[in-house]
């Protein structure tokens, strides 16, 4: 028999993430996305201090492993009021924090952990530059072993968290000639490290309440090598990546879902030639899709999670299809609500047109749709060629 119910602690946490999201977080929502980008700076942290508080900002985050379920239902919780806390609050708690509780030390863990929970502290993963994205091999970022340090030299162009970042982990070669899998470390960098220099936060088109920046490191001395090894970098960014498809779905969900609800309440608000826009059916149907797309991206992740949680082999193929369908499920969907809304949604500064610029990452983030669809098809294929 499936199960689809959620424990009463994962209700509790559900619960408690909503009321927080709707009280604190989603009056902030646009005050964020219009703030300067020095602004944007001081209300993030208070944003995630209040996620801290609360307890939501740690939710799935252990030592030694992450509960994708609760990292999901709060993902979805906080994203559905602003995209943008969600997405500073997974950078610090789930790609610089989860890293650390999954490859960390015991002293890289007592040391940054208990922080980051507490929003204390501030983490990003800086793994991507302007010439290597999806293409991890064309990193150009290099550590070179000097009296005892390992000093750190390149440019990483968007990196989530960094102008705000205590703790920074920076993905870079050790060793080029042992090529991609062995050949890469993920550094802990401490801010105010010599050399290390943070641009100016970055403009985009949507999340602009996130704070997000260049980082620059020229024979920057980092911390440690996180776990301790050179040569496992590329394992721990991949696995990171890979189970961070579940926390990116929780993203496109949340804002799908706000979009689904606000376009609702303009369906039965709106009249035209008499009646409330939802009454058309053209209009009924984009609603009932809406929720559909929702739903079926809420009920994919939260079984991927399910599958990283219980150790299933094909978790991280089942990431893949959440990400893939959630991500492009949200671009649809906020284009529908959009469409519901029509020339009063497409004003600047209404809500629905922050949703529509804010879904659009949805699709790019940590695994493009075309990359998702190369790592579902892969074993695909394999499968079919054994038989
Ligand atoms: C708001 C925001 C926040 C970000 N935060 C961070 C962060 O915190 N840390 C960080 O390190 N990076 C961050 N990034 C960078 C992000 O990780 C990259 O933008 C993303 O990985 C995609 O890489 P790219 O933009 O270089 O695209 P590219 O890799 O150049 O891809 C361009 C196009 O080519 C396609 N393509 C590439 N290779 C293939 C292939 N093999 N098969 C089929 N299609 C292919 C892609 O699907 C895409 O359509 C952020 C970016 C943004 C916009």
Known sequence: MIDYELTDQEKALKAKAAELAAKEIAPQ???LDEASKAEVCVLMKNNLKKLAAAGVLEAGLADGSIDLISAYLVGEEISKACASTYMSARASSFLAGGAIALFGTADQ??????????????????????????DLGALASTAVSEGGNWLLSGTKDIVMNAPIADVLLVLAWTDKSAGLEK???LFIVEKGAAGLSVGAPIETMGLR?????????????????LGGEAGKGYEQVTRLLEMGRVTVAAMCVGVGTACMEKATAQAKARKAFGKPIGAFQEVGFKLADMFTQNDLGR????????????????????AACAKLFSGEGVTMVANMAMQIFAGHGYLKGTDVERLYRDARFGEICEGTTEMMRVTIA??????????
């Open 299 to 318: 009920t994919l992740s939260l079984r991927a999670a399910w599958a990283y949680n219980n150790k299933e082999n094909d978790a991280p193929i089942l």
């Open 109 to 134: 863990k007592s040391a940054y952990l208990a922080g980051l929970k507490s929003a204390d502290k501030i983490g990003a993963l800086a793994y991507s530059e302007a010439d290597s994205g999806t």
């Open 378 to 387: 892969k074993p695909d294929l394999d499968r079919f060629a054994s038989r």
């Open 183 to 185: 050949g890469l470390s």
């Open 209 to 225: 309440g996130a704070p997000i920046a260049s980082v620059a490191l020229d024979k920057c001395p980092a911390k440690a090598i």
């Open 29 to 31: 929502a646009k005050v």
